[in-house]
């Protein structure tokens, strides 16, 4: 039997699993369903360290916008930003800048929902429900959502979507798509998995997310490097997620970060 609960857009198949609800489970959120949570169990079994992995992703998030805003960014396009829990971007952002301005991007339901109503009372944030792979319909939508000015820097955050993004979609056109549409000084920063970090377990990943709707394509250092074709890579470059800039005390093992992390300056 299916779930519904009063949050969920009418439509939405409660019984069908979503990375977007899977990674809100991970990182304990509440706005997932038994679906999700299964997958996730499965999930878990082939990557032990899937909700650590989860939690350094979401901490190079936190760095990356701060590093941004310390930067002169003021305004960022999230793109396949899940389903919001804490530590939002535009939460991150405004307590640094009130005056920040964030559009959030995301084809997933529930994540637009919830989106909205965590979002009805700021003005200055917003989610638009587009595909990130199509990136013409998304900056069209953007800029007709008043909050972006795209002859000023933007943030671009591309943060653990990619690996959903099928070679034959061709990810670097894409990027660039969104590396052309800003101007000099905006960044992009990007996380993936890898399978250069533990090759058995990113393996077994794999097998387990191609009997759910979101297939995942991990890549090499080398492949993520091609697509940051056109920016300036930031110290330390691309790197395993803790790496990237830590704060304090940094005691999680980079070879189990599952996931690459960087930015990027258009320059």
Do not use: C
Request: aromatic share 8%.
């Amino acid at each position: 039997m299916s779930e519904r609960m009063s949050w969920v857009p009418e439509g939405v198949d409660t019984g069908k699993p979503s990375a977007a609800r899977l990674y809100d489970y991970l990182l304990g959120g509440g706005h997932n369903f038994a679906a999700d949570r299964m997958l996730a169990e499965k999930f878990l079994q082939a990557q032990p360290n899937a909700r650590t992995i989860a939690r350094l992703n979401r901490a190079f998030l936190r760095r990356a916008v701060l590093f941004m805003m310390d930067n002169g960014i003021r305004q960022f396009l999230d793109l396949g930003s899940g389903i919001p829990t804490v530590g939002n971007v535009h939460e991150i952002a405004q307590k640094a800048d009130p005056e920040a301005h964030v559009v959030y991007v995301d084809f997933e339901e529930v994540a637009v929902a919830h989106s909205e109503l965590i979002l009805e009372q700021d003005p200055r944030a917003t989610i638009i429900q587009e595909d990130m792979t199509k990136p013409d319909a998304v900056l069209k939508a953007a800029g007709e959502s008043g909050l972006l000015d795209f002859t000023q820097p933007v943030g671009l955050l591309t943060v653990g979507v990619f690996h959903f993004v099928p070679p034959q979609a061709d990810p670097q056109s894409i990027v660039a798509a969104y590396r052309d549409a800003v101007p000099a000084g905006s960044y992009l920063a990007f996380s993936q998995f890898t399978q250069d970090l533990q090759p058995e377990e990113m393996a077994g990943v794999v097998e387990v997310m191609k009997k759910s709707q979101n297939p995942m394509f991990p890549r090499t250092k080398t492949e993520i490097e091609g697509l940051f074709h056109g920016f300036e890579l930031v110290e330390p470059g691309i790197v395993p997620s803790p790496l990237w800039h830590p704060e304090g005390t940094n005691t999680d093992d980079p070879d189990k970060a599952g996931i690459y992390a960087a930015v990027g300056r258009k320059a």
